[in-house]
């Protein structure tokens, strides 16, 4: 049973223009939530990092938010580059080591 | 420093092969994880070790695979007699430390297996 969910799945954007992602979890407890960007055939790398008392984090054109009370994040591209074409990963750990992972959002950034 | 490195970075397999991926941590890293990540999916847990020691071996989906971490430092995860099922991408991972904030896990490149 998946408890981080993603969405979109996929989407398309003109270079330029800003995106926004959405990650819904069920992990419990919460200690903290994490994005990561993928890019095709490369490891994940973390873009932000938010423990429950935090509510925004940006990372350059990346800003994170976390509502720890709906259990709901997001994740806002600002000006689009073409290099910020990857999978974006929301991740959620309750503390321990493991981490729940969500199926990912494809973004494609088109000139 | 060097990150994380995954060898080899593709890996085809005839069903009923045995296979061993290998995974470089960044030195001195205490934690390794092993991860399979499946088309168009997030990571999946795999296996634990903290030095040397097997903590957590719980997300290995058959006893065909088994990882090691003979001295603490570089690891192999061994899949005996592939199937179809195992083709994913094997993701290996390594943290400073365990628990709190100033955890983070380090991703390698993964190693692509597919198994025809």
């Known amino acids: 049973k998946n408890q981080v969910e993603q969405s979109p799945q996929s989407l398309i954007i003109l270079e330029g223009k800003n995106c926004t992602l959405q990650?819904?979890?069920?992990?419990?407890?919460?200690?903290?939530l994490r994005w990561y960007k993928q890019d095709t055939g490369r490891g994940p790398v973390s873009l932000t990092i938010?423990?429950?008392?935090?509510n925004t984090k940006s990372n350059g054109r990346y800003t994170a938010t976390l509502d720890a009370d709906t259990k709901q994040s997001s994740l806002h591209i600002t000006a689009s580059q073409l290099s910020d074409s990857a999978s974006y990963i929301c991740?959620?750990?309750?503390?321990?080591?493991?981490?729940?992972f969500g199926a990912g959002t494809t973004v494609t950034v088109r000139a | 420093g060097a990150g994380v490195s995954q060898s080899p970075r593709y890996k085809v397999a005839k069903r009923g092969q045995d296979v061993a991926l290998r995974c470089d941590p960044i030195?001195?890293?205490?934690?390794l994880f092993w991860y399979q990540q499946a088309l168009g999916q997030g990571p999946e847990f795999l296996t634990y070790f903290q030095n040397e020691a097997q903590l957590d071996k719980s997300g290995l989906p058959s006893d065909r695979f088994f990882a090691e971490r003979p001295e603490g430092s570089v690891s192999t995860l061994k899949i005996q007699r592939t199937q179809q099922e195992d083709s994913a991408v094997y993701l290996c991972a390594s943290s400073h430390t365990i628990g709190g904030l100033a955890y983070e896990q380090y991703f390698g490149p993964g190693t692509r297996l597919t198994v025809t």
């Open positions: 991740v959620v750990s309750d503390g321990d080591y493991k981490l729940s």
């Open positions: 990650c819904n979890y069920t992990v419990s407890p919460f200690s903290n």
């Open positions: 030195s001195g890293h205490v934690s």
């Open positions: 938010m423990t429950f008392s935090e």
